[in-house]
Structures are given as structure tokens and as C-alpha cells.
């Protein structure tokens, strides 16, 4: 583990890092400088010749690393990232609730949860930790980018943990609604019960036949509008778009989702139709002192461009 980052965020951002080799690593060509050793680690994408110039890679005391400096093995360099451009995505994060554990937001569609690929400073993490001068703030449990809803952040390391646990152990009770088409001849309340499987590289994810059982979610038809039914999903499982696989393989896919039944191609700011799917309630039993824990979001379907 690296030492305290003498780098404040930075965008909400922690300071990358890197280490040089240990002392006693062979190696037939030893770097002259820190700065031919800076050119070889880093992607050819990072200006670090411009780095250098601006003084931008520290040492841990602050001290900037320069490019004639000798390589010094087991050291240490701090810096921060070149961030590329991003659209804005529209939507409000909405404080639900916040103490001295936990945050609880609204999160709007498209919104990243965490800073992925694409989408960095446009994710709750990042916006979220730099409006709540909260650095440690961190997510304890998955929602895709396209969904929305309740999102729920742990403030501090110390805090994650216990909560993620919960998570993982399926005790916590999460309630979804969905907008999908009718179905007359479907029988509701029904429980989907699979095995899924999301591949590497594919888009989505696939229910395999034969093997157990990993992901499994209670359907109800609340209300129907116009041939569109509003549903209420319980999932007990939490895999990789599960709800969406579950729904499409009902044939009453969710409204506007362009991966099921099949994958659309929608351009990254497009904004227009969001995926009609919303994380409704959480409930649980707090870890650390016993208290039930219940949250509902503040948002309601069918679910607008600039939720």
C-alpha cells in the first residue's frame, strides 16, 4: 500500500500514483533519470515530457520530481490525471438522506455511479465527494448507469465494509418499478428463477440452461395504463442487469431499454429516453447499531429526460 497521498483531490479525485521497482530488481538497461523512467511506465497517451515542465509529478514531501533527476528505486511519484472532456449529464442528485455513516441520493439516468471508461467527473462519486467535501465518499452497492434511483454511498472507508457485507449476504431488501408492456396471457405474480452469466466484451448478459440458480426476482403487475403495465420487481439476487434479463425474457421487456430484447445502437449523449426502470425502497438492519434502515426514493415513473 502506497503512504498518504500528499496530493489533495483533485475533481473529486484521489492523486494516481506510481512506485519505481525495489531495490535489488534486476534489470539489463537501469534508468538513467526519473523522467526516462516516468516516459517508459506511463502510456504514450500521458504528456509527460509537459508533466515534468509543469512540475506536476511530486514526490511524497511535495518536492517536484525532475526530468534530470537520477532514478532512486522504492520511490514514489504522485500526480494528477489529464481528465478528457465529457458531456454533461443532465439530472439533479438528490440528497434523500445523509448522516454521519451513510449517504442516500437519487441518482438520475445515465448518471455513472462510479468513474468508469467514458465517464469520470460525470458520475455520482466524483460530483458528489467534491459538493459534500466528502474525499472518502464511496458507493456500497451496484446500479447501472442507465437506471435510476436510490444509491446508497458509504462517507468514510471505515464505514464500507459492514454495509457491503449486507449487500453481499442478501440482507438487504430492494424494491424496483418498472414500466413494460401488458402481457394478457402472462400469469402474475410470478418468480423468475435462472442461472446469468455477463461475459467480458459482451454487451449482454445471457441465462444459461441447466445450471443452478443465481439470480432470482419476484414479478407483480401493480397498475396497467394504456397497455403499458407498471411492475414491481423484489429482486432476491443481485447479478448484472438482472431485472432487464428477467422482464425481456418475459416478453415484456422494459420500456426504452436499449440492450433487451435486443441491443440498439444509442449514442452516448443521448439523453432523450431513459430506461424506465427505478431502484423504488432499500431496507435493512443498520450493523452497527441495530436500527431498521428504510429508504424510498423521491422520484416516480414514468421517469423524464432530466430526472
Known amino acids: 500500500m502506497p503512504p498518504r497521498s500528499?496530493?489533495?483531490?483533485?475533481?473529486?479525485?484521489?492523486?494516481?500514483?506510481l512506485r519505481t521497482p525495489d531495490r535489488g530488481v534486476p534489470r539489463a538497461d537501469p534508468w538513467p533519470t526519473m523522467g526516462a523512467w516516468l516516459r517508459e511506465r506511463l502510456p504514450e497517451r500521458v504528456d509527460v515530457d509537459a508533466m515534468l515542465a509543469e512540475r506536476r509529478f511530486v514526490h511524497d514531501d511535495l518536492t517536484p520530481v525532475r526530468d534530470d533527476e537520477p532514478y532512486a528505486p522504492h520511490t514514489f511519484v504522485w500526480f494528477h490525471r489529464d481528465l478528457p472532456d465529457e458531456v454533461e449529464v443532465p439530472g439533479q442528485i438528490r440528497v434523500v438522506h445523509r448522516d454521519e455513516r451513510l449517504v442516500v441520493v437519487d441518482k438520475p439516468a445515465f448518471l455513472s455511479s462510479i468513474p468508469r471508461g467514458q465517464h469520470v467527473r460525470q458520475s455520482v462519486v466524483v460530483r458528489l465527494r467534491d459538493e459534500l467535501g466528502l474525499p472518502e465518499l464511496s458507493p456500497l452497492h451496484r446500479l447501472d448507469r442507465i437506471t435510476s434511483g436510490l444509491l446508497l454511498l458509504a462517507t468514510q472507508r471505515r464505514w464500507r465494509g459492514p454495509y457491503q457485507s449486507l449487500f453481499q449476504a442478501g440482507a438487504v431488501r430492494k424494491t424496483y418499478g418498472a414500466l413494460a408492456p401488458v402481457r394478457p396471457d402472462l400469469a402474475l405474480p410470478t418468480t423468475v428463477a435462472n442461472h446469468i452469466v455477463k461475459r467480458r466484451g459482451s454487451w449482454q448478459a445471457e441465462v444459461v440452461a441447466g445450471e443452478r440458480v443465481n439470480a432470482e426476482t419476484l414479478v407483480e403487475l401493480v397498475d396497467e395504463v394504456d397497455g403499458v403495465g407498471r411492475y414491481r420487481l423484489t429482486p432476491r439476487t443481485g447479478r448484472t442487469h438482472q431485472l432487464r434479463v428477467h422482464l425481456a425474457g418475459l416478453g415484456i421487456p422494459i420500456v426504452d431499454d436499449p440492450l433487451y430484447p435486443v441491443v440498439r445502437d444509442v449514442a452516448i449523449d443521448d439523453f432523450t429516453k431513459p430506461l424506465q426502470l427505478l431502484a423504488e425502497q432499500v431496507a435493512f438492519t443498520d450493523p452497527f447499531d441495530?436500527?431498521?434502515r428504510e429508504f424510498r426514493s423521491t422520484l416516480s415513473l414514468p421517469l423524464g429526460q432530466a430526472s
Open 290 to 292: 441495530g436500527t431498521p
Open 6 to 17: 500528499p496530493l489533495p483531490p483533485r475533481h473529486g479525485l484521489a492523486a494516481a500514483w
